[in-house]
């Protein structure tokens, strides 16, 4: 699954530009926001569901607060640290993210000497990939997004269900068959777990603040096949724009 080497991750940090003069987060400072996580509900009883038709513009009102307090406000490259473990063992090395909002990113994973390890390009909700390649180790676009921290609920979700408590929020949505549970605290994305009915688990958890208002650390695990991704913030820094070429991976 070689694709690039250690030159074209040089030529990838060459071509960027330096953040100068830009806000440090993606995120504003202040929201009053609500839920009881699921680590919370040990210490009391969990609050009501918002269901009410009186409820429903509140549920609203939070979820577009959050959603406009969570974004990727423009271009950047992302340098990382990662790790994989899976049933046929353990992997590791750098990686690099280039993302232009709101449906774009390019992942390419480097082994320890700099050979490519994984390319994949998430373009409108679709992965691209090299001829041969496995998706299984990645997240699928809607969790990508959440290990960049972005607030982004697929096409056509509905959103069925809130909880709340003092400056945590927690907000569920449903989509064909399956289900995203996004939790807050303070404005900061923190996790999504999606299940499915076909009994399917996928999580992603963040941790830490990395510059640009990125999360420190993200761990996506899809519990059914074993699976966990660990990404550790190395750089971020905003750039003017991408080569459209980097979106067609596995399209040539």
């Known amino acids: 699954m070689a694709h690039m080497g250690q030159a074209d991750l040089h030529l990838i940090r060459d071509g960027r530009t330096r953040?100068?003069?830009?806000?440090?987060?993606?995120y504003s400072s202040r929201v009053a926001l609500l839920a009881l996580m699921g680590t919370i509900a040990c210490s009391g009883a969990a609050p009501e569901i918002a269901r009410d038709p009186e409820a429903a513009s509140i549920d609203s009102a939070?979820?577009?607060?959050?959603?406009?307090?969570?974004?990727?406000?423009?271009?950047?490259?992302?340098?990382?640290e990662w790790?994989?473990?899976?049933?046929?063992?353990?992997?590791?090395?750098?990686?690099?993210?280039?993302?232009?909002?709101?449906?774009?990113?390019?992942?390419?994973?480097?082994?320890?000497?700099?050979?490519?390890?994984?390319?994949?390009?998430?373009?409108?909700?679709?992965?691209?990939?090299?001829?041969?390649?496995?998706?299984?180790?990645?997240?699928?676009?809607?969790?990508?997004?959440?290990?960049?921290?972005?607030?982004?609920?697929?096409?056509?979700?509905?959103?069925?269900?809130?909880?709340?408590?003092?400056?945590?929020?927690?907000?569920?949505?449903?989509a064909e068959g399956e289900r995203l549970r996004y939790r807050f605290v303070d404005d900061r994305l923190r996790s999504v777990e999606w299940t499915s009915r076909a009994g399917g688990r996928r999580t992603v958890e963040l941790d830490g603040d990395g510059e640009l208002g990125l999360p420190g650390t993200a761990v996506y695990k899809d519990w059914r096949q074993f699976v966990e991704l660990r990404l550790t913030l190395k750089e971020a820094f905003a750039v003017d724009g991408f080569s459209?070429?980097?979106?067609?991976?596995?399209q040539n």
């Open 62 to 80: 939070a979820a577009q607060t959050v959603l406009a307090e969570n974004r990727l406000e423009g271009p950047v490259q992302i340098d990382f």
């Open 83 to 174: 790790s994989l473990q899976e049933r046929e063992g353990r992997f590791s090395g750098m990686g690099v993210t280039r993302v232009a909002p709101p449906d774009r990113a390019r992942l390419d994973l480097f082994g320890p000497r700099g050979e490519g390890y994984l390319s994949a390009a998430f373009v409108e909700g679709e992965i691209r990939l090299p001829p041969g390649a496995s998706a299984t180790t990645l997240p699928p676009p809607e969790l990508l997004w959440t290990a960049l921290g972005v607030f982004q609920p697929p096409d056509g979700a509905t959103l069925v269900a809130t909880r709340a408590e003092g400056t945590d929020l927690e907000l569920d949505y449903t």
């Open 19 to 26: 953040l100068n003069g830009l806000p440090g987060r993606w």
């Open 244 to 250: 459209p070429d980097i979106w067609q991976v596995g």
